[in-house]
C-alpha cells in the first residue's frame, strides 16, 4: 500500500510543472477574465459589475466589432484552404525520387520558418508598396497597380497572402503522410484502369485526411489568434478602414491602448466559443470525411 | 520508371519556377539592403545593386532609440535562452510522467494537456497581464520567461511520442537494478530523447526569436527591447532616409533563424512530420 501511495506521489511530481502551471497561468486567468467580461474594468480602478452590456455594445452597438469579425472569418477561410491546397499540391509534386527534391523543399519550407518574424511582415509591406515588386509584376503582365494601402480588401489580402506564403509546414506534414501510402494501392488503380485524377481523389486524398483533420483544426486555430503581421503591416491600426484589423489586435487595442480591459476579456471568450465551435464541427463532422484504415472504404 | 527527358525537365522547371517565386522576396530584400535608401524603390525592378554599398549596415548595427543594435541582440538571446532551457527541461520532465508512470487521474491531466493545446492564449492575454501587473511584474522580462518553466503543450506531446518509442524493458531493467525513477529519468531516458529535446530547443527558439506580443505588453524601455521590438521601432520612425537601415537589420535579424535552419535541418523536418508543430 505504502509503494503505491508512492507510486501516485512520484506520477503527480512529474507532471506537477504542468498541473502547477495550467492552475496558475490558464485555470485561474481564464475564470477571471470571465468574471471581468461582465464588468467595467481599466487596470487602475477595481472593476465595476455590468452584467451584459459589454457582450450587448459587442453585439448590437460596436460596428467595429463586426468589421473585425468580418476581416478575420474572411482571413481565416481564404488563408487557411488556400495554404491547404498550395501544401498539398508541392508536396504531391515533391513526392518522387528526383535528386533535387531535398533542396526543393528546404526552399518551400524556409518562409514557414521565417514567416512570424517581425522582419517578414516588414519585407511584406515593401513589396506591397506602390512602387513595390507585386505592383512591377502586374504592371508587367499589363496590370494597372494596386494600391494595397488604400484599400480594404487590398490590405486584407496582403495579410492572407502573407499566409498562404507559409504553407511550408503544412507541406511537409503532407509529404509525410504520402510516403505512407502503401504503392499497393496505386498498382492496383493502375491495373484496373484509374486515371490520374481518379486515383487522387479515390485514393490520395482520402489517405490524407486524418492528418488533414489535425492540420485544419490548428491552423484554423492559428489563423484566428494572427497578430504580428496585423499589427506590423498596419502599424497597429488595424488600416485602412480597419480593413486588416483582425480579431486578435481589435482585442489588444480594446485592452491595451484603451485599457477596456472588462470589453477585451469579452471579446476573448466569443472567440474562445467561436473556436470551440469550429473545432466541434471538425470532430463531429470527421466521420464522414475523414477515413480510417479499419472501416472499409 | 522510363527516363523521359521533355517531362523531366517540365518537372524541374515547375518546381524550380515554384521555389524561385517563394524565395524572390526574401532576395530582392536581401539585395535591397545593400542599396543606398534613396533607390531602393526607384529601382524595384532590378534586383542586383547597381553599387553594393555597406552603409546601411553600419547604419543600422549603430541601432534606435539611444541603443546599439547590438544590445536588442542580446536581449532577444537573454529571452531566448532562460525561456528555451525552462520550456524543455520541463516539458520532459513532464512527458516522462505521462508517458511511463501510471497513476491516478493520468489520463485526465493529459486530456487537460491536450485540450490547452488547442486553447487561444488571446483568453489569458488580459488577464495574464493584470495578474503579472498586480505582482509588480511588469518592466521584466519575468512575465516573458517565467511561464515557459512550466511546461509547453506542444513539447510535451512532441517527447511523450518520443518517449513512447523507447522500449520500455529498460525502464524495468533499471527499477530491478534499483533505480529509482528521478535517476531513470536524467540517466536513462534524457540521454536517449535527445533528438526531441534537439527539435523542442530549435522551435522554442523560432518562437521566442520572433515573439512580438509578449515583449510588446510587458517590456517598455527600448533599453529592454529584444529584435523584434527594435524593428518595430524602425518601422514607426519610418522615413525614407532609414530604410536600407530597416532592410539591413530585418536581415541581420533572420540570419541566426536561417543559419539554425541549415544546421538543423533534420530536426526540424523530422520534428514537424512526426508531430505536426508550427
Redesign the interface.
Same mark, same amino acid.
Given at each position: 500500500m505504502r509503494v503505491a501511495w508512492k507510486?501516485?506521489l =512520484?506520477?503527480?511530481? !512529474?507532471?506537477s510543472? !504542468?498541473?502547477? #502551471?495550467?492552475l496558475?497561468?490558464?485555470l485561474?486567468?481564464?475564470c477571471?477574465?470571465l468574471y471581468?467580461s461582465f464588468t467595467s474594468y481599466d &487596470?487602475f480602478t477595481s472593476p465595476r459589475w455590468i452584467g451584459l452590456d459589454n457582450y450587448k455594445e459587442m453585439f448590437f452597438e460596436d460596428s467595429k466589432y463586426w468589421q473585425s469579425l468580418k476581416v478575420t472569418l474572411i482571413y481565416v477561410f481564404m488563408g487557411v484552404p488556400l495554404r491547404l491546397a498550395f501544401a498539398l499540391a508541392?508536396a504531391m509534386?515533391?513526392n =518522387?525520387a /528526383?535528386k /533535387?527534391v531535398g533542396?526543393?523543399? =528546404?526552399?518551400?519550407?524556409?518562409?514557414?520558418?521565417?514567416g512570424?518574424?517581425?522582419?517578414?511582415s516588414?519585407? @511584406?509591406?515593401? $513589396?506591397y #508598396?506602390d512602387? #513595390?515588386?507585386i505592383n #512591377?509584376l502586374l504592371n508587367f503582365f499589363g496590370v494597372d497597380s494596386v494600391r494595397w494601402f488604400a484599400e480594404p480588401f487590398a490590405a486584407l489580402w496582403m495579410l492572407i497572402s502573407l499566409s498562404v @506564403?507559409q504553407f511550408g509546414?503544412s507541406m511537409? $506534414?503532407f509529404? /509525410?503522410g504520402l510516403k505512407n501510402i502503401p504503392s499497393e494501392l496505386y498498382e492496383a488503380a493502375g491495373v484496373d484502369g484509374a486515371g490520374a485524377v481518379r486515383r487522387f481523389f479515390s485514393i490520395t486524398l482520402p489517405m490524407l485526411t486524418p $492528418?488533414m483533420l489535425?492540420?485544419t483544426?490548428?491552423q484554423t486555430?492559428g489563423a !484566428? &489568434?494572427t497578430? =504580428?503581421p496585423a499589427?506590423?503591416i498596419s502599424?497597429g491600426e488595424g488600416g485602412p478602414l480597419d480593413g486588416t484589423l483582425l480579431?486578435?489586435l481589435y482585442?489588444?487595442r480594446q485592452? !491595451?491602448v484603451y485599457f477596456d480591459?472588462g470589453y477585451?476579456?469579452a471579446m476573448? @471568450?466569443v472567440? &474562445?466559443i467561436i473556436?470551440a465551435i469550429f473545432?466541434a464541427i471538425l470532430f463531429a463532422t470527421s466521420k464522414f470525411w475523414v477515413h480510417y484504415e479499419s472501416k472499409e472504404g | 520508371m522510363r527516363y523521359k527527358p521533355l517531362k523531366w525537365t517540365l518537372y524541374h522547371v515547375i518546381a524550380a519556377g515554384g521555389a524561385l517565386l517563394m524565395v524572390y522576396p526574401v532576395i530582392w530584400l536581401l539585395m535591397s539592403s545593400f542599396k543606398p535608401s534613396a533607390q531602393i524603390f526607384q529601382t524595384a525592378g532590378s534586383l542586383i545593386p547597381s553599387e553594393w554599398i555597406w552603409t546601411n549596415y553600419s547604419q543600422g548595427w549603430q541601432g534606435i532609440g539611444g541603443y546599439g543594435f547590438g544590445t536588442f541582440i542580446k536581449n532577444s538571446l537573454v529571452l531566448v535562452v532562460l525561456a528555451t532551457i525552462g520550456a524543455v527541461l520541463s516539458s520532459a520532465f513532464v512527458a516522462f510522467g505521462f508517458a511511463r508512470l501510471k497513476f491516478f487521474g493520468s489520463s485526465f491531466w493529459f486530456a487537460i494537456m491536450m485540450v490547452t493545446l488547442m486553447l487561444p492564449h488571446d483568453v489569458t492575454l488580459v488577464p495574464q497581464y493584470i495578474m503579472f501587473a498586480k505582482m509588480d511584474w511588469l518592466n521584466s522580462i519575468k512575465p516573458i520567461v517565467v511561464p515557459a518553466y512550466f511546461g509547453a503543450p506542444f513539447f510535451i506531446f512532441l517527447m511523450i511520442q518520443f518517449i513512447r518509442t523507447i522500449p520500455s524493458e529498460l525502464d524495468e531493467a533499471a527499477t530491478i537494478d534499483g533505480c529509482g525513477k528521478f535517476r531513470l529519468f536524467y540517466r536513462i531516458i534524457i540521454p536517449l530523447i535527445a533528438p526531441a529535446l534537439a527539435t523542442a530547443s530549435i522551435f522554442s527558439f523560432y518562437w521566442r526569436w520572433e515573439d512580438l506580443i509578449g515583449p510588446v505588453l510587458y517590456l517598455n524601455k527600448p533599453s529592454m527591447y529584444p529584435v523584434s521590438m527594435a524593428l518595430k521601432m524602425y518601422l514607426d520612425a519610418d522615413t525614407l532616409s532609414n530604410w536600407g537601415a530597416m532592410f539591413a537589420m530585418s536581415i541581420v535579424s533572420l540570419v541566426p533563424v536561417v543559419a539554425v535552419f541549415f544546421a538543423f535541418q533534420k530536426h526540424i523536418v523530422e520534428g514537424i512530420s512526426t508531430s505536426g508543430l508550427k
Open positions: 507510486n501516485q =512520484t506520477g503527480y511530481a !512529474f507532471i510543472p !504542468f498541473v502547477i #502551471g495550467f496558475v497561468f490558464i485561474v486567468p481564464s477571471v477574465s471581468l &487596470l508541392i509534386l515533391l =518522387t /528526383a /533535387a533542396v526543393y523543399r =528546404t526552399i518551400y519550407y524556409l518562409p514557414s520558418i521565417i512570424g518574424s517581425v522582419a517578414v516588414i519585407m @511584406w509591406r515593401n $513589396i #508598396g512602387e #513595390g515588386i #512591377g @506564403w509546414s511537409l $506534414i509529404l /509525410a $492528418i489535425f492540420n483544426i490548428l486555430i !484566428f &489568434l497578430f =504580428t499589427y506590423i502599424k480579431y486578435s482585442l489588444f485592452g !491595451f480591459m477585451a476579456s476573448a @471568450w472567440m &474562445l473556436v473545432t | -
